[in-house]
């Protein structure tokens, strides 16, 4: 067995390894808490931010999630169980501000930065952010259900019944939300795009 | 089957599903479906390259959240600084509660009590005497003693807060230990004495003699 932990405490690869994360977080180790919320909050804040289209709400749901999780250290047996769980109360947290919100509009945050960014190209980069600008706007022009089950299927790579499992709803639900939410989604975007060609 | 319903189907083969039977052949007959697939396409790839978060905003996520289940993140020092605190703070109260020239508190316990015979309320301003009693003398054991004590002084009928209460907290060093009569009234000043030497309440109640809510 391999000896060496990354910076979180992960033996990357070896599954048995993580589980004592949650036992250990749960018996009073910071550092363990800490590093359980290393181990997801990009997934998480990435999930929450592209249901959200605001880094302000996804940091505020992630957070909420991350304070649920503390709260109920107790359920889990293992670190596998903690990721999905996260996701589902990250998703309700979601569909809750969305309901609560009833799709204000947008606006988009410098801190959600493109990969081309990352990469060190500015001129692809300035035409990156404008067409994810596009993308996200046309994103929240969907109802909560098409761009929960759109952003599960197509951004968090997840298959349709993991996405169904965490909607609370049938496989067949999640697979006609998800083509309705493509369909809609293109005519959003030519929308945006005439508008934008005027 | 027309474009609209060959949509559905097309959103579905984007979706990983096999394509519908006939789809391929109205695909390369018609440019507006094929136009469409390619969209789709075009959309999925763009959806799935939609930016992660930056590490910055990880980091206040991060410290946000162990902030709030209350797990400061460098807390060794802390705890450390707030526990040599307190150990300089215990260690300079023992100093001087031993320092031998320090005033012993007295220890706080039975209040004292001292009961206040109660000055007639309605003075003769005009004379400036105590109004006559109206029963007879010796009608009764309370009366004889009221005629027997020396006039109460007259009190102006401007009397300050202040001097009201020097009157009261004089006459309570004088203890009456005389019983009073049933239904008569009587003003009782409690002197609490605090463990700081140089803090003492006083505590003034009306009592009626035979008053059960006394």
Redesign the interface.
């Known amino acids: 067995l391999a000896t060496e932990t990354t910076v979180d405490g992960v033996l990357p690869g070896v599954p048995g390894v993580m589980d004592d994360l949650v036992e250990r977080a749960r018996e009073g180790s910071g550092a363990a808490f800490e590093a359980l919320v290393r181990r997801h909050d990009r997934r998480l804040l990435s999930l929450a931010s592209r249901l959200t289209g605001r880094l302000e709400d996804a940091q505020e749901v992630a957070q909420e999630s991350f304070s649920r999780l503390y709260k109920n250290l107790k359920r889990f047996q293992s670190d596998d169980e903690v990721g999905p769980w996260l996701r589902v109360v990250t998703v309700n947290l979601c569909r809750d501000l969305a309901r609560r919100k009833a799709r204000s509009p947008i606006v988009m945050n410098e801190n959600l930065t493109s990969r081309a960014a990352v990469e060190g190209n500015p001129e692809r980069a300035a035409s990156d952010r404008e067409r994810e600008q596009i993308l996200r706007t046309a994103l929240q022009g969907l109802t909560e259900r098409e761009r929960t089950a759109l952003v599960l299927r197509e951004l968090e790579g997840l298959n349709t019944l993991e996405a169904a499992e965490i909607m609370g709803v049938a496989a067949g639900t999640v697979r006609v939300q998800v083509m309705q939410a493509r369909l809609k989604l293109r005519k959003l975007l030519e929308k945006q795009l005439g508008r934008q060609s005027k | 089957m027309s474009c609209e319903e060959w ?2 189907a097309i ?2 083969l ?2 990983g599903e096999e394509a519908a039977k006939g789809l391929a052949e109205h695909l390369d007959a018609c440019d507006a479906c094929s136009r ?1 697939l390619r ?2 396409r075009e ?2 790839a ?9 590490s ?3 980091e ?3 410290n ?3 902030r ?2 209350g ?1 400061p ?1 460098r ?1 060794g020092r802390r705890w450390y600084a707030a526990a040599a605190a307190i150990a300089a703070a215990l260690t300079i109260v023992s100093i001087w509660v031993r320092m031998p020239g320090r005033p012993a508190a007295p220890m706080p316990g039975e209040p004292e009590r001292a009961v206040v015979r109660r000055v007639p309320k309605r003075v003769d301003s005009a004379a400036g005497k105590v109004p006559m009693a109206t029963r007879k003398a010796g009608g009764s054991r309370w009366d004889a003693e009221r005629q027997a004590e020396p006039p109460v002084p007259p009190r102006p009928a401007d009397l300050s807060m202040d001097s009201e209460w020097g009157r009261i907290l004089s006459a309570s060093q004088q203890v009456d230990k005389r019983p009073a009569p049933r239904g008569s009234t009587s003003e009782v000043a409690m002197r609490i004495q605090t463990s700081d030497p140089n803090v003492v309440i006083l505590w003034l109640k009306e009592e009626v003699k035979g008053d059960s809510n006394e």
């Open positions: 949509e559905k959103a579905f984007v979706d469409l969209n789709l959309d999925q763009a959806l799935q390259a939609i930016p992660t978060v930056d910055a905003a990880r206040a996520l991060r946000d959240v162990l709030r289940v797990r993140r807390t």
